[in-house]
Structures are given as C-alpha cells and as structure tokens.
C-alpha cells in the first residue's frame, strides 16, 4: 500500500498562501491522492483529490508532480479558519468500489494573525 | 439534510461492560464505514459496509460487531469494553463511485 510523508506541523499567516507537501513515493499509477483536514476533534472535511493533473475548487489547489511521488495542498488565502490538521491520503481499495481512507498523522497547520 | 449524524456524543463505560454507538445517514449513501481515531493518530478503519446486509472488516475490527439492515443505519457495538478501545468513533458514509466520505461528528468514548 501506498505510504505518505507530511511534515508534522507548520505555520501560516493569515491572508497568506499555505503550501502543504506529501510524498507519496511509492503510490501505483491509478491512484488518487486526497486530501482531507480535520478542524480541533470534528470529523474529517474531505478538500480534493487527484491523479496526474493539478486540481483546483473552492476551497483548495492540488499540484501533484509530473512522476507523481509528491504533491502539494495550496490553499490561497489562509483564514483562522484554515487551521486545522490536514491529511495527505492514498485511499486502499476494499470491495467492490469501497476505498479505505489510510490516515497518516498528518500537518497541523496554524494560521497565525 | 442532517448528513451523518452519530449517538452519544460521549460516554464512560467501565471494563466488561457493553453498547452500541447509533449512526445514521439521510443522504442515500450506500457505503458506510467506522473509523477509530486514538490521540495525536490518524484513523483507522474498524468495519465498512457496502450495502443493507453486507459487511466487511476493515484494519482494526477486533472486539467490535456491526449489522447493517438499512441503508440509512450502521450501528457499531462494542462487546466487553476495554481500555484499549478508549479511543474517537467516527462514522462515515459515501456514494458508491464518489470520492468524498462524508464524516458524523464523532463518539467519545472512554472505557475505565
């Protein structure tokens, strides 16, 4: 199963970008990375995903390298908001269409004013 | 809508004692899931469902049971509490095809 590596934490001032980085080495070819975040003891908020392309919606961009072994969550204008823990994940296939969400321990990002 | 919603929101159970932690959905989602989420970790995935009557084990399904006879309920029951399964229950539920797992606000559970 693909593995991913965050940085434990980070810091971010707010109305500024924050760059969050994975590596995602050993992902397979069709594989997606997501990214979801977790706001203090709330249940996880899916942002986005990908699987060669850059993404972007309204909340986040997702850059994901041309060898795909990394990727990086922009989110463009941080708010207080924004602070949360954020998760880089490889899902694992179960049955059928089922995917297992594999967490990591993740970034905390703390947007400071 | 409600989303997924998640009963209680806290308990203490006391070693060898059992319950049931209550999930619903109210969005259609035929995929359900609980995860387990102990301090300062990530989540693991403790039972899925992928429709009424079908269920599998997920990463950590020791100590636990699930039934799934509607599409809207996924209880998780706990059988002989444990310390070790002191721990945040969350309860998930996607589309079939989607990417997106939508997330109850989760259980706090805490066995003494």
């Known amino acids: 199963d693909a593995k991913t590596t965050q940085p434990p934490s980070m810091d971010c001032a707010e109305g500024r970008a924050a760059n969050l980085p994975c590596n995602h080495s050993?992902?397979?070819?069709?594989?997606?990375v997501y990214w979801y975040r977790q706001i203090h003891s709330q249940g996880p908020q899916y942002i986005i995903h990908?699987?060669?392309n850059n993404e972007t919606n309204e909340m986040a961009s997702l850059i994901i390298t041309e060898d795909r072994k990394s990727s990086t969550l922009i989110l463009p204008h941080a708010t207080l908001r924004d602070t949360a823990v954020y998760y880089c994940?490889?899902?694992?296939?179960?049955?059928?269409?089922?995917?297992?969400?594999?967490f990591g321990s993740g970034t905390q990002l703390t947007v400071l004013p | 809508n409600a989303g997924v919603t998640q009963t209680p929101k806290f308990r203490i159970l006391k070693i060898g004692q059992s319950m049931t932690l209550q999930c619903t959905q109210d969005?259609?989602?035929?995929?359900m899931y609980w995860y387990r989420q102990d301090p300062g970790m990530g989540l693991k995935l403790i039972y899925y469902?992928?429709?009424?009557?079908?269920?599998d084990k997920g990463e950590v399904p020791n100590g636990y049971n699930v039934s799934r006879s509607t599409t809207e309920d996924f209880p998780l029951r706990l059988e002989l509490a444990a310390p070790s399964q002191t721990s945040v229950y969350f309860c998930?539920?996607?589309?079939?095809?989607?990417?997106?797992?939508?997330f109850g606000p989760g259980t706090r559970l805490t066995v003494t």
């Open positions: 990908g699987l060669k």
């Open positions: 050993t992902i397979s070819g069709n594989e997606y």
């Open positions: 969005m259609n989602h035929n995929y």
């Open positions: 998930a539920s996607s589309y079939s095809q989607g990417p997106e797992q939508y």
């Open positions: 469902s992928v429709g009424a009557g079908i269920t």
């Open positions: 994940i490889v899902r694992v296939r179960l049955s059928g269409s089922a995917r297992q969400l594999t």
